[in-house]
């Protein structure tokens, strides 16, 4: 009693509206039509297997009083499940007040080892004035496009020398029709360093966002170790996320090179010389390479009026791992004030070169000791001949 | 007619008579007052701009010598000028002063020679000045260690301990230089008058005489720039004739390790050289020692002159 009581103001005001709307309507010929709708932007859709397929509803209301819409599928298999949402709230029935809509979601679940078909489902909404709202749709669904990424190397075999750095611009794409974040590795023989980053930039990446069928170029940097044999290697980048993966192989054509360093025996890069006189410094040339050494010279930078003699002066060749003692004969200039000089003395090939400094102590000779020593023996001679002369007075 | 025995016997008797009188002596007292107040006054100077200005040098502890605060001189200059005033002050009357309290026969009838008279005048006055300098030694030394807070190393006590013989020899010279005048000079005055000048030609006024005298000598070529280093040559070698200038270089080659030649040195000989790096001691010794010996060996011709001049001289008078 009480309720339809308390409705019935509502449905005369209803009708006065519904009046006023015919007035309108008369006024204006594109005035719109009153009434309840539920309806759905693509009412025939295409679904990938294996997702959950989303279809957007709208509850429209126009020029009617609030009314109470309770919703039910109709004709789905019974294994589907399906659940509307609405304000990011899972729904049973949606309240439209006049002139108003709702807009609501529909998440379909396909059960596991659902065919691909068509299966045609009615979305009922139950008014509570008792009329029925149908909406027929059809979701086809399809096999699922494999999702898939592509890595295209624009220059995919590079040839340089160990210490040279292998740079390669690999450009990723994402062919797929969902967003993906890649985690990029790289697998490379022990020893090699690999490096990502922007095509245009410094800065490292361990992964990247793509979005649906994008492209983005990436440079990877492989720095091959100093002391790598000659030959080819191969090194697989690749893109992934935990669904799929792409890869592709980058080679290295590696080319031998001569490195040459030139050592002092146990390392001392100093010692003594005296003034005017010969010494001898020992020192080691070694090819750490991977290529043979050739036309090696040996030559030193000293202080004018000094003489450096290398023994040997000059190899032919020095093969990779193989290494040569060297004697510096040094004569420091007989004028040579006594202290601590630079002898810069370089080792030098054919594209390769070492240089290190050797630091001479030069003493002076003690022969002006002696003399001092005579002078002042002369001054005691002077006085004991002045005793013997004069004294025991 | 020849006399018999040691010449020198009684010389230790003389010597440490000397020593003890210059000990107690008013003048002995004065001059190392002097010395010892303008020693405690430049290392503590030194200490102060060592603080404020060195970070870190291998040689702090010579640098106490070296560095210089001012107004004051460093306690090398200091030195350099004041211990041939304390060689002065022991010497200037030692033999004639015995001639004006007439002491000198009365000595001499002892069972002594005249040798070990001399000898032992100069060997108690040298002691005397030996004591004061190792008291002084020490007391930088100490002070150094106390303010700055760090021992010195090895080869800067040797640096430091050769600095010492080589005032002492320094001051030895002017020991015989003075002792040289009071057997020439019959008045105590004049000795020490002529001393003090010697003192003062030589320490202040020969540093701008020798390059005058060697202007006058070797005149420059304007064409020839070897007269130019000859010129240089022979003005250092002018300079060198004062004891003065060889104690300069000695103890400059000996508290600056970096200190690599003490005379003209050519560009062509620095070529390749390692700037400031300082020499071992060894090599700062031969560096030195020809100073040294000349110091020595004046120090001995002086005396030996002087001696001479005694010998010969009639003491009855």
Not at chain 1, 16 to 45: C, E, I
Not at chain 1, 282 to 306: D, E, Q, R
Request: hydrophobic residues 45%; contains cysteine.
């Amino acid at each position: 009693m009480t309720l339809s009581g308390r409705l019935f103001p509502a449905v005369v005001l209803a009708g006065s509206m519904a009046l006023m709307a015919g007035a309108a309507l008369a006024d204006q010929p594109t005035a719109k039509p009153t009434g309840l709708w539920l309806t759905t932007d693509y009412p025939a859709v295409t679904e990938h297997m294996g997702d959950t397929a989303t279809l957007s509803l709208t509850l429209a209301n126009s020029n009617l009083p609030p009314v109470r819409v309770g919703f039910s599928l109709e004709g789905l298999p019974d294994a589907w499940k399906w659940q509307i949402d609405g304000g990011s709230k899972q729904i049973a029935a949606a309240m439209v007040g006049p002139d108003d809509k709702r807009l609501l979601d529909l998440k379909l679940t396909p059960p596991e080892g659902v065919k691909p078909g068509n299966y045609d489902f009615t979305v009922i909404g139950k008014a509570d004035d008792g009329e029925t709202l149908k909406l027929p749709i059809t979701v086809t669904l399809g096999a699922a496009s494999p999702d898939e990424i592509t890595l295209d190397p624009k220059l995919p075999s590079l040839r340089g020398t160990p210490r040279s750095k292998f740079e390669y611009d690999v450009s990723i794409h994402n062919d797929s029709p969902e967003e993906a974040t890649l985690n990029l590795v790289a697998d490379a023989p022990p020893g090699f360093g690999t490096t990502f980053t922007e095509q245009y930039g410094s800065q490292e990446i361990s992964s990247l966002p793509f979005k649906a069928g994008e492209t983005k170029t990436v440079k990877v940097a492989i720095k091959p170790p100093a002391d790598l044999a000659a030959g080819k290697y191969a090194v697989t980048v690749s893109a992934a996320d935990a669904k799929t993966q792409g890869s592709t192989q980058l080679g290295l054509d590696v080319t031998g090179q001569p490195t040459m360093s030139l050592t002092a025996e146990d390392g001392r890069l100093s010692g003594q010389a005296e003034a005017g006189k010969e010494a001898t410094f020992s020192f080691t040339v070694s090819n750490t390479g991977t290529a043979p050494a050739k036309n090696l010279k040996i030559s030193a930078n000293t202080p004018s009026g000094w003489k450096v003699e290398a023994d040997p002066k000059s190899l032919d060749e020095l093969g990779p791992g193989a290494d040569q003692k060297i004697a510096l004969h040094v004569t420091p200039s007989d004028k040579a004030i006594a202290g601590d000089y630079m002898v810069n003395v370089n080792s030098a090939g054919d594209g390769v070169s070492d240089h290190a400094d050797l630091r001479v102590t030069v003493t002076t000779s003690t022969v002006w000791g002696i003399v001092g020593l005579l002078i002042i023996a002369a001054a005691v001679i002077v006085l004991a001949f002045a005793v013997t002369r004069y004294g025991r007075r | 007619m020849r006399r018999e025995g040691s010449p020198f016997k009684g010389l230790s008797v003389v010597a440490f008579k000397e020593a003890a009188d210059h000990m107690a002596s008013p003048r002995m007292h004065l001059v190392m007052l002097l010395v010892i107040l303008t020693a405690i006054g430049s290392i503590y100077g030194a200490i102060g701009q060592i603080k404020e200005t060195v970070g870190q040098d291998p040689f702090l502890f010579l640098r106490l010598f070296t560095t210089a605060r001012d107004p004051l001189p460093s306690f090398m200059a200091f030195l350099g000028f004041l211990l041939p005033l304390i060689g002065i002050a022991l010497g200037f009357d030692a033999v004639n002063g015995e001639y004006s309290r007439r002491t000198m026969s009365r000595i001499l009838s002892q069972p002594i020679y005249r040798d070990a008279l001399l000898a032992g005048k100069f060997l108690g006055a040298l002691m005397v000045i030996a004591i004061c300098l190792v008291t002084l030694w020490l007391m930088i030394s100490g002070m150094g260690i106390l303010l700055l807070g760090l021992p010195p190393s090895g080869e800067e006590v040797l640096r430091s301990f050769a600095f010492l013989l080589t005032s002492l020899v320094y001051s030895g010279v002017w020991l015989a230089a003075s002792m040289l005048f009071s057997t020439l000079f019959r008045a105590p005055a004049t000795s020490a008058l002529a001393a003090l000048t010697l003192w003062l030609v030589l320490t202040l006024f020969w540093g701008m005489l020798a390059p005058l005298a060697a202007g006058a000598f070797v005149p420059i070529d304007p064409f020839d720039p070897s007269t130019a280093v000859h010129q240089a040559e022979i003005a250092h070698a002018l300079a060198r004739l004062s004891p003065s200038t060889l104690f300069g270089e000695v103890t400059l080659a000996l508290l600056n390790p970096a200190t690599r030649a003490l005379g003209i040195i050519f560009y062509s000989q620095l070529q390749g050289a390692v700037m400031g790096a300082p020499l071992p001691f060894g090599q700062s010794a031969i560096l030195i020692w020809p100073q040294l010996a000349s110091l020595i060996a004046g120090m001995l011709v002086v005396y030996t002159i002087a001696y001479l001049s005694f010998q010969r001289q009639e003491i009855r008078a």
